[in-house]
C-alpha cells in the first residue's frame, strides 16, 4: 500500500525556489518574447512536413532547452505559401 506524502503549500514554494525550477506561466513571463519565439520556429524547423501540433512543440521545447512555456505561445507562424494564401482570400 503506497504512503502518501503530505507537504505544506509553503514547503513545496521552498522547494521549487531551492531547484530554481519555475511554473510556466512565470517562465514564459521571464523570457523574452524573441527568445520564444526562436523556441518555436527552432522546433518547427525540426519538424519539416509539419506533423506536430502546439503540444508536441511545446514538450519538445521543454525537453531541448528546459524552459516550460504556457500554450498561448503556440499560435503557429505561417509559412511563406501559407501567406500568400491568406492573402489572396
Not at 75 to 89: D, K, M, R
Amino acid at each position: 500500500m503506497p504512503s502518501e506524502v503530505l507537504a505544506s503549500e509553503a514547503t513545496v514554494a521552498r522547494r521549487r525556489k531551492a531547484l530554481n525550477l519555475q511554473g510556466s506561466r512565470t517562465a514564459t513571463r521571464d523570457t523574452p518574447t524573441s527568445t520564444k519565439r526562436q523556441l518555436v520556429l527552432d522546433q518547427m524547423a525540426k519538424d519539416p512536413t509539419s506533423r506536430k501540433g502546439p503540444r508536441l512543440i511545446r514538450e519538445a521545447i521543454m525537453f531541448d532547452s528546459g524552459i516550460p512555456l504556457t500554450r498561448f505561445n503556440f499560435v503557429p507562424p505561417l509559412h511563406g505559401n501559407q501567406t500568400e494564401q491568406l492573402h489572396h482570400h
